[in-house]
């Protein structure tokens, strides 16, 4: 019996590519087809894009963890067709910024696919990297979507979408007719003396392109375009989760009683969603040391 073996062009020359293009699959339209979260901690095969890019992780164990109550409730009312704009006043480390970025990266496969999304994060270029690092390791997982994520403020999918941080001193916060979406966080804490110029550099471009807002912050006194949208009637869906939404998922109510014992921050203002009145605001001015000591949610 004669065994005939086919050789092929590899077996001669071993680093011989055969394949023209040698570049990963685009999965785009594969991942297109997934629904945001199929509710269950365990994935099956295709069950979902939040298992395809990993679930949230709780921060001390790092054990996958589902959706806490109030990132469903936001994922529910933000992952609509017709344009959407938010006021979140919320409490501290509860997981905010972490499900707007997720929202914001599904959506560029539906409802933003092709266009522009700005996230604007705090007034130095540091916080808003940061944020944009949170967003590249979270599509570390699915990185044949991404055609180029170098520049440290930009990600380009293959799909045409791009997604760019901006800070909120930047001039480049300008109108384009491809901004689908724009994320402001943090945005009680930009510390600017009038913090007005940010919100009339995007209401205008969100008005024509009619692009979803996220204005998503903990409260920092009486003052600032935040506050005045809080207080004031307008088209904005404000909602509000404070620190009550994490419990039992992030920390207990044990370690939560005792936090709300510290001085040394405002707690009504951190973990209660209150506009205090705070010692910043005192004299009516805010210093930049005192305003930009948030901590970007890690969480
Ligand atoms: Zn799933």
Redesign the pocket.
Known sequence: MTITKKYKVQDIYPTFQTEPDAVEDDISEEVTKLKF????IN??KN??F???IGLPQHPATLNQMKFMPHQDDLVKQALVDNQVKFHVNKSRQIGLTEICLRIIQYQCFHKYKGGRVMIIAGTREKTTKKVMGRLKQMFGNIHNVVESDHNDLLIRLANGTEIEGLPSNSEAIRGDTKIKAILIDEAAHFGLVDDSVVLDAVEPIVMTNKSDLFLVSTPRSQRGFFYEIHKGENDFKKLQYDFTNAIGWIYSKEEMDKELTRTDIDVDQEYRCQFTSGRNSIFGVISDESTEDFEVEEY
Not at 37 to 40: A, E, L, N, P, R
Request: net charge positive; charged share 25%; glycine share 10%.
């Open positions: 979260f199929c509710g269950k994935a099956k069950c979902c939040s298992h395809r």
